[in-house]
């Protein structure tokens, strides 16, 4: 095919993903097709980077319908709109050749108009012949401005995939693979882009292109592609698994399937999702609460040192911090759904103060870089503005999490959480008496374990349920009960700070 272009309309169903970075023209970086009138197939890695897992936000993105030429910037039939959700396939992370389920899902608000030149494609059914050999690949790519069709048959897997790249981690179940038919000089077959067969005067939809291959392509290149049909399912029910949504968020509200059981338990990672890892020099420092899409809340000494010269706290180096979210190892930010940032600011509590060693009104706010975009594994706690008696919580699911050492003294790095309730009044001003004359007018709260598990050394937030709703209500401050070397006892008090005494300064500094 010496000129492998098409006529503006030929094709209703492709897309174009562009990149709008607020500066000069927004950028191609994906193809998609349309598969009904709000959603559209591409790949999950057009929105991951694969050496920093960022991601493309929502905001970021524009999706472009009815676009031949991408040098028009206005074009009979174009329609640009933005993804009000992106799905992302949960078995899909962000390691290229360490899986398959390279797919994702956009979805947009209003069900766009169907016209001439745009239109959805139908999707590979099971009753289609098997023995069909050929198809072809519809691409825009950033070197051409207008899409270009190259025809491609396919081949058998075990031929192809064992070829001259390594996707030896993929499953052959659900990659197909096919070889370029026509010389193609200069194709890029980005990712994202459709792989299409006509039967009659149909076109189906057979796969989506994925960034195994050399991004290279001639007449001799093997290309793979994520099988549609062996991801039906999950394509039709694709509300339940994980999506990146808008900043529109609701605090303290988990997804509906993060069940909780009691004891010092693995979690899932839709458990607790605004419980984040604040890494320094590459080691794990402690546990901190997403309060905003900008900020998280810790305990002042795992960000700022007493600088006894000048008597007050400083803040740390912030250059030695890296906060991980949505991560269930305390330094993994390679599964879909979780980031890793840097803070701009570290944001002390204006009457913060130490004595006898012991910080009072001991929280810290970071302020991180950019602000996250929430999703099923990272959600913002809500701030406890209730009533600040103890009474109100007595009653209520109260836990500690965090990524801190177990009941044996081991260190794991996994989030881990325990089940806490509210201790007697006058047993911990037996316990804690020394401390309690430190703090004088600071309210406190006293809690302990159930004798099996509970929170330990660096599992700084408490956290309680309240009307279906999750708040943070403290900060831990000391440990009384630790043997030689390190455990803690699961049946002894732990000391919080309760941040409801401080509530207010805290949503003054998020500003919600």
């Known amino acids: 095919m010496e000129n492998p272009h098409f006529i503006h309309g030929d094709f209703p169903w492709i897309i174009a993903l ?23 197939i591409t790949a999950a890695s057009c929105f991951y980077n694969n050496e ?92 051409r401005n207008i899409p270009q069709i190259h025809k491609i048959s396919i081949q058998e897997n075990e031929h192809c995939l064992n070829g001259n790249f390594d996707i030896s981690k993929a499953s052959k179940n659900r990659v197909a693979c096919g070889k370029v038919i026509e010389l193609c000089e200069d194709c890029l077959l980005n990712r994202g882009n459709g792989i299409f067969m006509k039967i009659g005067n149909s076109f189906y939809l057979r796969g989506i292109s994925s960034p195994w291959q050399d991004e290279h392509a001639n007449k001799s290149t093997n290309i793979t592609f994520t099988d549609i049909f062996q991801f039906k399912e999950w394509i039709t029910n ?23 059981v009691q004891g010092n338990q693995f979690t899932l990672r839709d458990q607790f999702p605004w419980v984040v890892s604040i890494v320094f020099d590459g080691g794990f420092h402690n546990n901190g609460a997403l309060v905003s899409d900008q900020h998280v809340i810790t305990y002042v000494e795992t960000v700022a040192s007493w600088n006894k010269i000048l008597n007050r706290y400083l803040p740390d180096d912030l250059t030695a911090f890296r906060i991980y979210l949505g991560a269930i190892k305390y330094n993994d930010a390679t599964k879909h759904g979780s980031m890793m940032t840097s803070p701009l600011e570290i944001i002390l509590h204006p009457y913060i103060r130490r004595i006898d060693d012991t910080p009072i009104n001991s929280i810290a706010l970071v302020k991180m870089k950019k602000a996250v975009q929430f999703n099923k594994f990272i959600k ?105 070397n390190g455990t803690c006892i699961a049946d002894k008090p732990l000391l919080y700070e309760d941040i409801s005494q401080n509530s207010q300064w805290i949503l003054s500094q998020i500003k919600y």
């Open 18 to 40: 562009l990149w709008d970075k607020g500066e000069d023209e927004p950028l191609y970086f994906c193809g998609g097709v349309l598969v009904s009138n709000k959603k559209i």
């Open 238 to 260: 694709f509300d339940t698994v994980n999506e990146i949504d808008t900043n529109e968020f609701e605090c303290g509200v988990m997804s509906k399937s993060a069940g909780l």
């Open 380 to 484: 913002p706690i809500c701030i406890w503005d209730l009533d600040n008696e103890l009474h109100s919580i007595e009653k209520s699911q109260l836990y500690g999490v965090g990524y801190g050492r177990d009941e044996s003294g081991n260190f794991s790095g996994i989030r881990k959480h325990a089940k806490v309730s509210v201790m007697d009044e006058e047993y911990c001003k037996y316990i804690y008496s020394d401390a309690l004359k430190i703090f004088n007018e600071t309210k406190l709260l006293c809690v302990q374990g159930n004798g099996k598990e509970t929170p330990c050394f660096r599992d700084t937030p408490l956290f309680v349920k309240f009307n279906e709703k999750w708040y943070l209500r403290g900060i831990l401050l000391r440990l009384r009960y630790w043997t030689s």
């Open 52 to 143: 920093s897992s960022h991601r493309f936000f929502l905001r970021d993105i524009l999706i472009v319908f009815g676009w031949h030429d991408l040098r028009k910037k206005f074009e009979i039939g174009r329609f640009i709109t933005s993804p009000t959700k992106i799905h992302i396939h949960p078995e899909w992370n962000t390691y290229v050749g360490n899986n398959d389920a390279d797919i994702a899902i956009l979805e947009i608000e209003e069900n766009i108009q169907f016209t001439k030149f745009i239109q959805p494609i139908c999707m590979w059914e099971a009753s289609i012949n098997p023995t069909i050999a050929s198809g072809w690949i519809i691409e825009y790519n950033e070197k």
